[in-house]
């Protein structure tokens, strides 16, 4: 209670004294634990993270509908409604038909989810908000990643179904696995490409940068037809060509190279980018 004196002079009243150690505030214990997240929580954070930026980008029909619906649906257009009789007499033309249209459907969710969202929330300020926030590191590129590769994932089991029920390439569960697994760590290297773009392009002009590099990728890498020889020399600076080469060898097809160079150029693409953009990140925002 107040007395008198407290009344007469309200100097007299004195300041909360802080807390001297730990134990003073509600018997907190100041174990080398109580600072840091559980392993069950950590994970849980990036998988919260992953699911609502996956959500998001599902509800963006105009994300979502091509890259999810065109790659099995220009696969039937040319391989069974327009050359299926063709296809069905040459095994290696359904093959390379199917391994076209796969590597088509992983590139795009990579280099646009990452290429113009990034450049978009760069832009809007959401990624100096994401830093304020007590998310765990690298918890924002991770969900991006993890949504592409879910993406992926969708994209192959929509063009494998196709393909054995409609199509009639004749693939075994291992093939199927193997090809599966090829495209969705495919991914990756688009993912740094875009990534790229993205921190460096503004909102509007992230989109055109984009396109700059999709397009001639998907011609002339090869993704679709046999190139001329004055353009296969160059083919192999394209991710693309290196995805397909290890879908040919995924699909028991044959292919150029050997398996360990693609994988390498493939991971070496993946490393390099995704460093220069994070160095970015860390020195621009």
Request: hydrophobic content about 55%.
């Amino acid at each position: 209670m107040m007395n008198a004196t407290s009344l007469e002079n309200p100097n007299s009243f004195e300041s909360p004294k802080p807390f001297d150690t730990a134990e003073s505030f509600h018997g907190f214990d100041p174990s080398p634990l109580s600072g840091a997240m559980s392993n069950a929580r950590l994970l849980r954070a990036y998988l919260t993270e992953a699911r609502f930026e996956s959500l998001r980008m599902f509800r963006l029909l105009g994300f979502s509908l091509p890259f999810l619906v065109l790659p099995a649906a220009l696969y039937l257009l040319f391989g069974v409604v327009l050359f299926g009789e063709a296809v069905r007499n040459d095994l290696a033309a359904g093959k390379f038909l199917f391994a076209a249209f796969a590597v088509f459907g992983v590139m795009g969710p990579g280099m646009f989810g990452f290429g113009a969202t990034v450049a978009s929330e760069r832009e809007q300020g959401l990624l100096t908000l994401k830093r304020a926030l007590p998310a765990p590191p690298g918890s924002y590129l991770l969900a991006k990643l993890l949504m592409t590769m879910l993406f992926a994932f969708i994209v192959m089991a929509t063009m494998i179904p196709s393909a054995l029920l409609l199509g009639h390439l004749p693939l075994t569960f291992a093939q199927c696995a193997s090809v599966t697994a090829i495209h969705i760590f495919g991914s990756l290297p688009f993912c740094a490409i875009g990534l790229v773009i993205g921190t460096r392009a503004s909102a509007k002009a992230s989109i055109a940068f984009v396109n700059l590099i999709y397009v001639p990728m998907m011609h002339i890498s090869g993704l679709f037809y046999p190139l001329p020889k004055f353009l296969r020399s160059i083919s192999p600076i394209w991710p693309s060509y290196h995805l397909q080469q290890l879908a040919f060898a995924g699909l028991g097809a044959p292919f150029y190279g050997r398996t360990a160079v693609h994988v390498a150029v493939l991971a070496g693409v993946t490393l390099v980018l995704t460093a220069l953009s994070i160095r970015r990140l860390a020195r621009v925002g």
